[in-house]
């Protein structure tokens, strides 16, 4: 199934979507026989993969099972007649205090903010917005004046754009200002606070602001603290409370995009 891996549960995963799929099939077959019937019935839902109904004679419904059947002549449902009556059970959640990670940044104070917090997720604590995506967009002319400085007006908005809203994308051709603008990122995200106190193994303390590329080109262009996204992987995937600058993000897939 499978020629560059090795069987196991997860490439084993699309057979059991197999059966999975065929029983929503099936359902799908009944269903579309159910309204073909003069009088449709009530349907008030389906349980794996039976369907709980009213409002349809014993023959009728025992005909629409005889019109649905499997190769070999054998009927795919079965009527089971009789009144299924749900237990009253009182609807209750469980809530459990969340514990602080001890992944969580040297300086990062022991508070617990429950704002966001809710029943399914508690953990949602990022300050989550329904705002419209905002697009910045640097207007056509040189990047660079008469005296040979350059035009920073636009890099300065954008990276101020990007801290203020706690991520975003860049996008543009080589040579347009998206390093200079990564630059900037990078001092004022530390400027927020994404820095390390120092400490006995760093004196100077240690910037939270995480430089990765996917190849090893990609990481030099960023500069000495520029790393591979694997070594990123590595060295920093269960930290915490850190910012990721992703150079040529393109260049990854979607499975280490989700690590």
């Known amino acids: 199934m499978m020629r560059s891996e090795v069987l196991s549960n997860k490439t084993m995963f699309p057979i059991g979507r197999i059966a999975l799929d065929l029983e929503h099939l099936r359902l799908f077959e009944m269903l579309r026989i159910f309204k073909q019937l003069p009088k449709e019935p009530t349907i008030h839902g389906c349980i794996n993969d039976c369907f709980m109904v009213s409002g ?3 023959e009728e419904a025992k005909k629409c099972c005889s019109d649905l059947l499997y190769p070999d002549g054998t009927p795919v ?3 089971k007649e009789g009144p299924k009556v749900a237990p009253l059970c009182k609807w209750e959640v469980n809530y459990h205090q969340p514990r602080l990670s001890h992944w969580r940044a040297s300086d990062e104070e022991l508070t617990m903010d429950t704002s966001c917090m809710t029943q399914s997720a508690f953990w949602l604590r990022n300050n989550i917005s329904n705002e419209p995506v905002r697009k910045l967009q640097e207007p056509e002319g040189p990047g660079i004046k008469p005296d040979g400085t350059y035009h920073k007006e636009y890099q300065e908005t954008a990276a101020k754009a990007i801290v203020k809203n706690g991520g975003g994308g860049l996008f543009g051709p080589g040579g347009t ?3 200079e603008i990564i630059k900037l990122m ?3 995200f530390e400027a927020e606070g ?7 193994k ?3 303390g240690r910037s ?3 430089q990765c590329g996917f190849t090893h080109v990609a990481a030099a262009n960023l500069g000495e603290h520029g790393i591979t996204v694997m070594r990123m992987l590595h060295k920093y995937a269960r930290s915490k409370r850190f910012v990721l600058i992703l150079d040529e993000s393109s260049m990854n897939n979607l499975f280490i995009m989700c690590i």
């Not at 994404?194 to 006995?200: I, V």
């Open 177 to 179: 200002g998206k390093s």
């Open 208 to 210: 939270r602001v995480i």
């Open 56 to 58: 349809i004679g014993v």
């Open 194 to 200: 994404f820095w390390d106190k120092p400490s006995q």
């Open 186 to 188: 990078v001092e004022m």
């Open 77 to 79: 449902f079965k009527l």
């Open 202 to 204: 760093y004196p100077k």
